[in-house]
């Protein structure tokens, strides 16, 4: 009986350091230049799990391939449930809108229009020229993204929030 009081409050840590990666915040890391240059790969970002999904928010989704998880992607939203997207010229419109682009390292090649589900959205990566995001794969759905970022926590040089255009 002593042993279980013993450890007990190692289980609850335990078990609180559990539910929170499992359920609130956990750390990523970034893979490839696709988001460049906003980051550069390699950074450890803090992920987090819960709130809304807003326009311009980076997001960590999975890429699904035959039903089946391929890889996991970082991406920018730009389209939300309900809105058309298209680009013409380089630039971008939302429901035939222009939309400001402040993070395209380069320009974006044109897309016929999209419009999204309820449950869809239009992600694109910074680096345009390199970037496996909806133009290709279409369009992602909420339960395939993992939730959004803005925190780097390694290298400690870039620790913080990530710059914002806005």
Same mark, same amino acid.
């Given at each position: 009986?002593?042993?279980?009081? +013993? /450890?007990?409050? #190692?289980?609850?840590?335990?078990?609180?350091?559990?539910?929170?990666r499992?359920?609130?915040? @956990?750390? =990523? %890391?970034v893979?490839?230049?696709?988001?460049?240059?906003?980051?550069?790969?390699?950074?450890?970002?803090?992920?987090?799990?819960?709130? +809304? /999904?807003?326009? #311009?928010?980076?997001v960590?989704?999975?890429?699904?391939?035959?039903?089946?998880?391929?890889? @996991?992607? =970082? %991406?920018?939203?730009?389209?939300?449930?309900?809105?058309?997207?298209?680009?013409?010229?380089?630039?971008?419109?939302?429901?035939?809108?222009?939309?400001?682009?402040?993070?395209?390292?380069?320009q974006?090649?044109?897309?016929?229009?999209?419009?999204?589900?309820?449950?869809?959205?239009?992600?694109?990566?910074?680096?345009?020229s390199?970037?496996?995001?909806?133009?290709?794969?279409?369009?992602?759905?909420?339960?395939?993204?993992?939730?959004?970022?803005?925190?780097?926590?390694?290298?400690?040089?870039?620790?913080?929030?990530?710059?914002?255009?806005?």
């Amino acid at each position: 009986m002593k042993f279980l009081k +013993e /450890i007990f409050p #190692y289980i609850v840590i335990l078990l609180v350091v559990v539910f929170i990666r499992t359920f609130l915040v @956990t750390p =990523i %890391k970034v893979n490839g230049q696709s988001m460049y240059d906003t980051l550069a790969g390699d950074e450890i970002m803090l992920l987090v799990k819960i709130g +809304e /999904i807003n326009r #311009y928010d980076m997001v960590v989704a999975d890429l699904i391939v035959d039903e089946k998880k391929d890889d @996991t992607l =970082i %991406k920018r939203v730009y389209g939300l449930p309900g809105e058309t997207i298209k680009c013409e010229n380089g630039i971008l419109y939302i429901n035939d809108h222009k939309l400001e682009d402040p993070y395209a390292t380069n320009q974006t090649s044109d897309f016929e229009a999209v419009t999204l589900g309820e449950d869809e959205y239009f992600l694109l990566g910074d680096n345009r020229s390199i970037s496996l995001d909806s133009r290709i794969i279409g369009p992602v759905h909420r339960k395939d993204i993992e939730g959004h970022t803005n925190f780097i926590i390694w290298p400690f040089t870039k620790f913080g929030s990530v710059k914002s255009e806005e």
